[in-house]
């Protein structure tokens, strides 16, 4: 019996509650509305109560990372007043975008319960191969960039093929590949080393563009939240119409408010320093988009599935090999991304591309922002919060002149501190049979 | 009760390499009606259940489904007659919620897009129709006890529509009151006109439930008893097979420690 009995609302309990363990079997009839915790009464009282519960029963979601975060920047702000002007803020969110990038296709990898260590050198690769395609070859951007990330694509299917098919450990496979794939950028850059991009060129146009006119950011924020809000409405009223229990309008309010204000601090200080930079654009789409595709498509549902049982996915028809070789095929695909992402930033291909931290900082920023390393359960937001909690400890100890082996040492104690409370969220669930 | 019987096994024989598994076994089941098949370990049981899934093709005899002989060689042509097997292992994401476990693999799509409140509303239908009360549809079936999700597993079988519902074992590990609560869904089974096949050790379950007995007893059909009509001694001793065994001499010694 592990049903949640400590964080029941003593005012739900009904009298068959006291008597019964299991009162559904006792309690004969069929209401509406079961009287138990988990139905949440209307309103927004009701709403107040499962928050309450939530936080109790160690269901924590987004509430630590976005705690954490804050106290970064109080922390780095008391410290060094640069540090929230929107000059700095606008740099943060621009260089957290290839990081951010490969942390996406890393929550994929993470919702299956494995894990991708070539996504690094595989980004190094799509940088690589855009610069010798364009620079050494000549041919034209859009074409090079297209190839570029299909080269991406191409280097994580085959992971998943070896993975799912053969039956390799990912993480025997993806290892092999962090080594092939980084002598192969190696040896496609050739002796020269560094081969420098075009500034103006399209790659180098990815992190270098700002949409300078004020209307394009609060504009973007407009739409965002018109849209947020409309959707919720209108999926609220259908689910009334089915009558099947539906959120309160006034949590819709509150949500789509929350949102309106972040949005629009956001557009108001890019406003204030270049406008609304086209990266940070493009990951915002890319987040909405993965969002979309996990939570609400078949497919999406069928990763979650994988991430819970393997048996029972297996039972319910669902093409385990096709799924497995496709979410490493788009690890690949974000990390090509990610990687022209960083060649953008440094308008060049070199060696040193895709080594160093930058495997891990991708996948602490999927874990910091609340994926579970055990496989289904995450959301690809958790990369934009996980890589902005990263980004902002670089940034912030950059400014205060610490150099990178403090940031690799602190960034190594946020990384502990969230699996420790990822950790201990999860005992606390079990305990209270949320988990 | 409809004279043909829904599944009816002929003379039904399985080998596995040098072990004969399954022998000349006959069973037959109508709708609406509850068949309890027991036996004791390794009297092909679940042999004779995966025969019929699918799973493993017969060698001998013929499998009739509604009265005319029917091939079964893969666990889609059972599904494709109407035969849904929740197996002991539920097979359920424990991450996943409610409404999504009872639709995996045949989700309800809208324009590419999970149809969502369709498919609560379907699933609250189905639970309620089944007198099925699990706190909400939307939480996570690792919030579930051991009960509720045996039924939410035999709901999600009850979504096809099927004509026979085979359950394996389906109260073991179970306590007290998550049995009574899987006992009454299968009656609940029986009255919307469901075959039901009901594997178990546990008599108490079988004799609660179950309108016939079929007994196996190493790979052979060792007589089919009425419920109502038949004691637990006699239903045992054709699972043990024999008046001379462990259990009577066991009971026999303590007959005589009672006269002493």
Redesign the interface.
Known sequence: ????KTSTPPEDHTPQDAV???P??A??T?TAV?P????REQGFAGYLTEFKRKMKAGDLGSVPVIIGLAVIWIIFQSLNSNFLTAGNLSDISVDMVGTGMIAVGIVFVLLLGEIDLSVGSVSGVAGASYAVLTVTHGMSAWLALVLSILVGTVAGALHGFFFAKIGVPAFAVTLAGLLFWNGFMLQILGDSGTINLDDQGLVAKLTSYYFSDVAAAYGLALVATVLFFLSSYF?NR??EA????SRPLSETILRTVLLAIVSFAAAAVYNQYKGLPLAVVIFLAMLVITDFALR???YG?KV??L???V???R????NINMVRISVFAISGTFAAIGGLMMASKIAAANQGAGSGDLLMNAIAAAVIGGTSLF???GRTWNALLGVLVIVSIQYGLALEGIASPVQYMITGGVLLATVVIDAITRKTQKTA??? | MSATPVLALRGVSKRFGAVQALTDVELEVHAGEVVALVGDNGAGKSTLVKTIAGVHPIDEGVIEWEGRAVQVNRPNDAQGLGIATV?Q????????DVV??LY????L?KR???D???M??RS?DLL?QL?I????V???I????G??RQVVAIARSMLGEPKLVILDEPTAAL?V??T??VL?LVERLRERGHAVILISHNMADVKAVADKVAVLRLGRNNGVFDVASTSQEEIISAITGATDNAVTRRAARSTKEVQK
Do not use: H, K, W
């Open positions: 019996m592990s049903l949640d019964v363990e299991n559904e079997a309690a004969g069929v079961d138990r915790l988990l139905v999926g259908r689910r089915a009558g099947v229990p609400r498509t078949a549902r979650f599935a991430g819970g049982s048996e029972a996915s039972r319910a028809g669902i496989g289904g359960r049979g949320r988990a | 197996y292992d539920l097979a359920l994401c424990d991450n996943i999504g476990n995996l693999g045949r989700e799509r590419g897009v999970l969502e409140v369709e609560e509303r609250r309620d007198s009360r699990i706190p909400s939307r939480i996570p690792a919030s579930l006890s009960g509720q306590g009151e998550q009574a609560q009454d």
